[in-house]
């Protein structure tokens, strides 16, 4: 497989190892990548959960910054 720079969830999987499993295509080989996930404030909860499960820091953002986000990490690639 070759290497994936961005996932995004639109949803939270339903337990932490398929986070881990949708999430950890980013950053293999010590290659690094972002990822989004998309979270109501009542599932809140749950995030933090897997957070603390796998040692993860998360930033809570809101839908402006990830425009910004995408802007930014789509600017820096070579789509040609």
């Known amino acids: 497989m070759t290497h994936v720079g ?3 969830n639109y ?7 398929d986070y881990l499993l ?4 980013c950053g293999r080989f010590g ?3 972002v ?3 998309f979270v109501a ?8 959960a897997i957070a603390r499960r796998y040692h993860m ?5 809101n839908m402006g910054t990830v425009r ?13």
């Open 57 to 61: 820091h998360i930033d809570e953002t």
């Open 31 to 33: 290659r690094s990548g």
């Open 41 to 48: 404030k009542r599932e809140l909860p749950a995030m933090h």
């Open 6 to 8: 961005l996932v995004v």
């Open 22 to 25: 949708r999430s950890g295509r």
């Open 35 to 37: 990822v989004i996930t």
């Open 11 to 17: 949803d939270i999987p339903s337990n932490a190892e």
């Open 68 to 80: 910004e986000s995408f802007q930014t990490f789509f600017e820096k690639k070579d789509w040609h």
